[in-house]
C-alpha cells in the first residue's frame, strides 16, 4: 500500500485521481450536468488507466515471462475493454465501433507520429528492430481486412439481410480470436527470440509484491467500469453541447483517453532514443485491439447488449483503418526514422480527425 | 508407355485416374444424377492435372532452357484453361469469371500459405530468392489493375453502354498479352541469369522421352476437355443441390482442384526446405493466370462463346484479387517465412471462402 | 542575352520557340480556329517550359543551396502552375483538376517508366539512392490520402453539402501547404546530408548571370501565361474535334505538355545511367505538385476564380492518382531497376490513359 502511495506521489499524472471521487459526488449532486460530467469522467479515466496499465505489468512481472506475456496481451487494453463494455450495456453500438476503430487509428497514426517526431527532434536519425514491428503491423492488416469484409458485403448487396452480416460477423470474430492465439503462440513460445520481450521489464521501477499489484487491478478495474457508466451515461448529450457527434467522441475522445497512459509510455521511451519499446507499445496495442478486443465485444454483445452486435462499422472508418494498416507497414518497412516520418503520421491522423469534426458522417 | 505406368505406380495421387472411364459411363447410365457427376468428375480432373503438369514439364525438359521455359509459361495453367474454355462454349461466364479470380486468388493465399505454414512446422525459418518472387508480384499487381479498370468504369459511370465495357476489355486483354510475352523475353532473355529456371529440372524424376511426353501431353488434354463437359454441365444443379452458388464453385472448387497438383508440388518443396521452388509455384501460376490466362479467354470468347465476355468482375472479386495482390507483395518483401505468415494468408483465404459461402453474391 | 541566344542555337527543343508569336498572330487572324490554335499553343508551351526550367535553375544556382533549393521546391512546376491558373480564372474547374491529377500520374508512371525503359534498354541493371526517393513517395501518398478525403466525404454522404466540402478542402490545403513547408525544412536543412542536392549543378551548363536569369524566368513566365489564355481558351472546343473530352484532355495532354522539358531531363540522365537524377526529378515533381501545387490553386482560386474550387476529384482521378502512389512507393523499395520495371509501369499509366480516351466519364 506503501508502494502504491509512493508511486502516486512520484508520478504526476496519477494526481488527477483526485478526479475519481469529483465524478461520484458530481454525479449524485447534478445528474443533468452531462457536460460537466463528461469532462469529469474523461479527467478520471485517464490516470486510472495509467495505474491499470501499471498494475499489469507488476503481475505480469511476477509470473514469469509467457505466463507475463499472455497477461499483457490480454489486459493490455482493459481500459478500452471496460468503456466499451460499458457502452455495449447501455447498446451504444456507434460508440462502441467507433472506439475500435479509433483506437487502431490513434495507436499507429498518433502515438506512432508523436514518438517519431518527439524522438526525432532530441535524436537526428533513430533506428529500432523491425522484425516484431512487422508481425505486428501484418496481424493488423489481417485483422483491418477481415473487419472490412462484413461493411464491403453489405455495401455491395443490399439484399443481403442483418442476420447474415450477424452470422459473418460471429464467424470472422471467432477466427480472427483462435487467430490471434497462434499468433501469441508464435511470438511467446516457437520464436521468442525474435520478440525482445525482455526489454519492457528493466525499467527500473520498483516491483510491486503480487498482492498488492492483483488487488491494485481488480480494484482500478472496478473503479474504472464505474466511472465510464457515468462516461457513457452523458457521452451524448454532452457532445451535442460540445458540437461533436458519438462518431468524433469515440474515434477520437474515447481512443486517446483510454490510450493516454500508454501514449505517455511511448513517448517517454521516444525520448529516451529507446524506439523499439514506443514503437511495440505502439502497434503492439493497436494488433492486440483490432483481431482480439473488437471480436471478443462482438461475441460479448450476445451476453450483455441488449442486440448482437455486428463488425460492420461505417464505410470511411474502414477506410481509415485500412490507410493506417498500410502507412504502418510501409513505415515500419525500414526500421529507421527522422522527425518528418512523425509529422507525416500525425498529419494523416490530423486530416482523419479535421474530417470526422468538420463533417460528422452517420455512423451506423 | 511402361514408363507412364510406371509413374502411375509411384504416385498414389494418380491412382485416382480411375474415376475417369467413371465419369463416362455415370453419364451414359445417369445423365441426371447431377451431384454424383459433380462429384466423380472432380475426382477425375484431379489425376489428370497431375499428369498434364508432369507432362508439360517433360517436353519442356527435353526442348531447351528458352522453349521450355515457354511451354512452361503458356501450358503451365493448361488445366484451368480447358475448363474454363468448357465454361466459355456453356455461356457460363460467371463460372469463367469466378475460376479466374479463384485461381489468381487461391495460389497468392492458400497455396503460399499452405506451403509457409507447413514448411514452417518442420524448418524454424525459411529463406527464399526474393527477386524473382517479386517480378512475379509486379506482374500479378499490374494484372490486378487491369483488371480492376472495368470494374471500376462500370460502377462509377452506370451509363456506360456495354459497347464501351467490351471495347475497354478487349483492348486491355491486347495490352496484358503484350505485357505478358515482354515479361517472358525479359525472364527467359536479356535477364535470365536473376532466374533459376534450371532449378525445376533436378527433381529426380525420370526423364520421359519426347515422344511420349507429347502424345501424354494431347491425350490427358483431350481427357480433361471431356470430363470438362460433364463437370461444367452438372455443376448449376450439383451446387444447388449441396446449397452452393455458382459464385462459390468457381472460386473456390474449380480454383482448388484445378491447382491440385501444382499444390502438392508446392506443399512437398516448402517441406523439403527448397521455398524458392514453392514460392515460384504458386506466384508464378498466379502471375500467368492475371496477365495471360484471363485475357485470352476474353479474346477466345469472341471465337468459341455464345456472346463476347468482359473482364468486368463482381466487385468483391476485385476486392479479392487485389487484396491478394498486396499481400503476396508485402509478404515476400522480406525474402524470410515462419509458420505464422502461413497461418495469416490462410486465415485471409478463409475469409474470403467464408463470406463467399455465407452470402452469395450475384456475379455478373 | 548573348547566351540565351546561343542556349537556343543549341538545344533544338528550343527551335519550337518559333511557335510562340505564331500563337499571337493565328490569333489576331483567325481567333475561331480552335483546333489550329490549341494545336499551335501546345507546341509553343513545350519550349516555353524548357526554358522556364532552364531560368529556374540558373537563379537556384545563383543564390546558394537553401535558397536555391527553395526555389526549385516551389517554381520547379510553374508551367504546371500557370496554365492551371489560366483555367482557374476561366472558371475551367474540370480542366485544373484533370491537369492535377494527370500531372502526378504522369510523372509517377509516365516519366519514371520511360526512365526506367530507356536506362534499362541501354544498362542491364540501374541501381539509385533509394532515401530521398522514400521521402518523396512518403509525402506523394500522404498528399493523395488528403485529396482523396473529400472525394471520399462527398460520396459517402450525398447529404454533405457543398459548403462542408469547401470547408474541409480549405482546411486540407492550409494542412498540406504547412506539411510541404516541414518537408523542405527537413530535406534542406535538418537533414539535408541524405538529399544529395549538389548532384543538379554539375550538368555542365554554362552559368548565367543573375539579371539574364530573373529576366528570363519573368519574361517567360509572362509569355507561357499568355499562350495559356489562349490554349485555354481553344481548349473546349478544340477536343471536341478532335473527339476528345475535357477529362482526357487535362489528364494526358496538359500534363505532357508542361512536364516536357522535365521529360527530357529525366530520359536523358536515364541514359547517361544517372537514375538518381530521373528518379528525383519524376518524384520529385510529383511530390511538388500533390502537396503543394493542388492546395495553391484551392487557395488562390478564392482570390482569382470566379467561385472557390474544392479538393473534391472524380473517384477515377482519385483511384488513379493512389494506384500511382502506391506503384511508386512499391517500386522505389528496392533502388535497382531493369527494363522490364518501366515497361509494368509505362503499361500501367497506359491502361489509365485508354480507360479515359475510351469512356470519358464525367469529371468534377
Redesign the interface.
Known amino acids: 500500500m506503501y508502494l502504491l502511495l509512493r508511486e502516486i506521489r512520484d508520478r504526476p499524472l496519477l494526481w488527477l485521481l483526485a478526479f475519481v471521487p469529483a465524478v461520484f459526488v458530481a454525479q449524485k449532486l447534478r445528474p443533468e450536468a452531462h457536460a460537466q460530467l463528461f469532462v469529469l469522467s474523461i479527467l478520471a479515466i485517464v490516470p486510472l488507466a495509467a495505474l491499470l496499465s501499471r498494475a499489469t505489468e507488476a503481475v505480469a512481472a511476477r509470473t514469469g515471462d509467457t505466463v507475463g506475456g499472455l497477461l499483457n496481451a490480454t489486459l493490455g487494453n482493459l481500459t478500452e475493454l471496460v468503456i466499451a463494455l460499458a457502452a455495449l450495456r447501455a447498446g451504444q453500438y456507434a460508440l462502441v465501433k467507433g472506439s475500435i476503430a479509433g483506437a487502431i487509428v490513434a495507436n499507429t497514426l498518433f502515438m506512432l507520429g508523436a514518438s517519431f517526431l518527439l524522438g526525432g527532434i532530441k535524436h537526428?536519425?533513430q533506428e529500432y528492430n523491425r522484425v516484431s514491428a512487422?508481425?505486428q503491423a501484418?496481424?493488423l492488416?489481417?485483422a483491418t481486412?477481415?473487419l472490412l469484409?462484413p461493411s464491403?458485403?453489405a455495401e455491395?448487396?443490399a439484399t443481403?439481410g442483418a442476420g447474415?452480416?450477424q452470422?459473418?460477423s460471429v464467424?470472422?470474430s471467432v477466427?480472427l480470436i483462435a487467430?490471434y492465439a497462434?499468433?501469441l503462440f508464435?511470438s511467446l513460445k516457437?520464436?521468442r527470440e525474435f520478440f525482445g520481450s525482455a526489454e519492457r521489464a528493466e525499467t527500473g521501477e520498483i516491483a510491486w509484491p503480487l498482492g498488492l499489484a492483483i488487488a491494485t487491478l481488480a480494484g482500478v478495474t472496478a473503479l474504472v467500469a464505474l466511472v465510464s457508466e457515468v462516461f457513457v451515461e452523458s457521452v451524448q448529450q454532452a457532445a451535442a453541447t460540445f458540437g461533436m457527434t458519438a462518431a468524433f467522441v469515440g474515434f477520437i475522445v474515447v481512443a486517446l483517453v483510454g490510450g493516454a497512459a500508454e501514449l505517455a509510455s511511448a513517448l517517454s521511451a521516444a525520448r529516451k532514443n529507446r524506439l523499439d519499446l514506443s514503437v511495440g507499445i505502439a502497434l503492439g496495442s493497436a494488433s492486440q485491439i483490432a483481431p482480439f478486443v473488437a471480436p471478443m465485444l462482438v461475441l460479448l454483445s450476445y451476453l450483455i447488449g441488449p442486440a448482437p452486435m455486428s463488425l460492420q462499422f461505417?464505410?470511411?472508418a474502414v477506410?481509415m483503418m485500412l490507410?493506417a494498416a498500410m502507412?504502418a507497414?510501409?513505415v515500419t518497412?525500414?526500421g529507421r526514422s527522422?522527425?518528418?516520418?512523425g509529422?507525416?503520421l500525425l498529419?494523416?491522423y490530423?486530416?482523419?480527425a479535421?474530417?470526422l469534426y468538420?463533417?460528422p458522417?452517420?455512423l451506423q
Chains 1, 2, 3 share one sequence.
Open positions: 537526428h536519425v512487422r508481425l501484418g496481424l492488416f489481417l481486412v477481415a469484409v464491403a458485403v455491395a448487396d443481403a447474415y452480416i452470422q459473418l464467424s470472422l477466427l487467430t497462434l499468433g508464435f516457437t520464436h461505417w464505410p470511411g477506410v490507410i502507412t507497414s510501409l518497412n525500414s527522422a522527425w518528418f516520418v509529422v507525416v498529419v494523416v490530423l486530416i482523419f479535421m474530417t468538420l463533417l458522417p452517420p
